[in-house]
């Protein structure tokens, strides 16, 4: 059964620093693809950044230049380094791991407000 612990969510005000670790368990195939979405109040999920266990990266154009990710294979843990949050980053961030199929983890909140 693979599992997925998310931590590092909380609130900020806007400019400064978060930092989300995703911590997978379980039944983990050498290859997979680890990635952050969030879902706002009223919004659909959207993709935020993912990550090949190769290192290849895809980001969303909302976050390029501010948020990076990472991932340490050994540990099977996903990183969001975000940088100069901003209100509209308000979200709930959610961590998904896909395999044969997609897992995903139970969601920690990340509030941007002065």
Do not use: H
Not at 16 to 36: D, K, Q, V
Not at 57 to 81: E, P
């Amino acid at each position: 059964q693979v599992q997925l612990v998310e931590s590092g969510g909380g609130l900020v005000q806007p400019g400064e620093p978060l930092r989300l670790s995703c911590a997978a368990s379980g039944s983990i195939f050498t290859f997979n693809i680890m990635g952050w979405y969030r879902q706002a109040p009223g919004k659909e999920r959207e993709l935020v950044a993912s990550i090949t266990s190769g290192g290849s990266t895809n980001y969303a154009d909302f976050v390029k230049g501010r948020f990076t990710i990472s991932r340490d294979n050994a540990k099977n843990t996903v990183y969001l380094q975000m940088n100069s949050l901003k209100p509209e980053d308000t979200a709930v961030y959610y961590c998904k791991l896909r395999l044969m199929r997609d897992y995903w983890g139970q969601g920690t909140q990340v509030t941007v407000s002065s």
